[in-house]
Each structure stands twice: as structure tokens, then as C-alpha cells.
């Protein structure tokens, strides 16, 4: 837990991930991004029809 510190001392401390779910007319898609919170940029990130792959 960060037990709300959201400014770490050094990178890859806290890297919290966030997903969003995005209808689209065919079906849907999740967007999956991971966060590092010293830097405030994207690590990395994944998009798929899927949650489980």
C-alpha cells in the first residue's frame, strides 16, 4: 500500500497500475498502464479484448 505518499524518494518504488475499459462498436477493449510515481511517466502499458491475457 502507499498509504498515500505519492512522491517515492527513488525511482521504482511505487508503480501503480490503472485500467480503463473502452466500449467499441465490435466489442470492448482494456487498457492496461503501469505508472512509475518518482518519474510521473508510463512504464508500461497493454491493450487487449481480454483482461486475463
Known amino acids: 500500500m502507499l498509504a498515500r505518499d505519492f512522491w ?3 525511482p521504482n518504488r511505487a ?3 490503472g485500467i480503463a475499459h473502452m466500449p ?3 466489442s470492448c ?3 492496461i ?3 512509475d510515481l518518482f518519474s510521473h ?3 508500461s502499458w497493454a491493450m ?3 483482461l486475463d491475457r
Open 15 to 17: 508503480q501503480p497500475t
Open 24 to 26: 467499441t462498436r465490435e
Open 29 to 31: 477493449l482494456y487498457l
Open 33 to 35: 498502464v503501469v505508472v
Open 8 to 10: 517515492p524518494p527513488t
Open 41 to 43: 511517466r508510463r512504464v
Open 48 to 50: 487487449s479484448e481480454h
